[in-house]
Nanobody
Framework: QVQLVESGGGLVQAGGSLRLSCAAS??????MGWFRQAPGKEREVVTS????????TYADSVKGRFTISRDNAKNTVYLQMNSLKPEDTAVYYC????????????WGQGTQVTVSS
């Protein structure tokens, strides 16, 4: 059974930092990523990382502030979020994409990140 379990969300003041973790079990994936959905908005991609960790992508809104990394031995992906802004407030989801599959097809349950001004 494939599971993605996120942790690390919470409430932080603007300018603060949080680190999210996503532990995957059941299989390995070609790439993993973080997405977020704010109230009344569609889910958007924040960042992604390849299996090797050699390829990463970031949304323009988080470049220079967020860093994605992965530990393949633990099958875990991390999202270090620094200089947080109120507009980063959202539910953050971990997603995973299987080898040979075009879209993300496994999702975690989501973790709330709230940034107060």
């Amino acid at each position: 059974q494939v599971q993605l379990v996120e942790s690390g969300g919470g409430l932080v003041q603007a300018g603060g930092s949080l680190r999210l973790s996503c532990a995957a079990s059941g299989r390995t994936f070609s790439s993993m990523g973080w997405f977020r959905q704010a109230p009344g908005k569609e889910r958007e991609v924040v960042t992604s990382i390849s299996w090797s960790g050699g390829s990463t992508t970031y949304a323009d809104s988080v470049k220079g502030r967020f860093t994605i990394s992965r530990d393949n031995a633990k099958n875990t992906v991390y999202l270090q979020m620094n200089s947080l802004k109120p507009e980063d407030t959202a539910v953050y989801y971990c997603g995973a994409r299987r080898v040979g599959v075009a879209s993300y097809d496994y999702w975690g349950q989501g973790t709330q990140v709230t940034v107060s001004s």
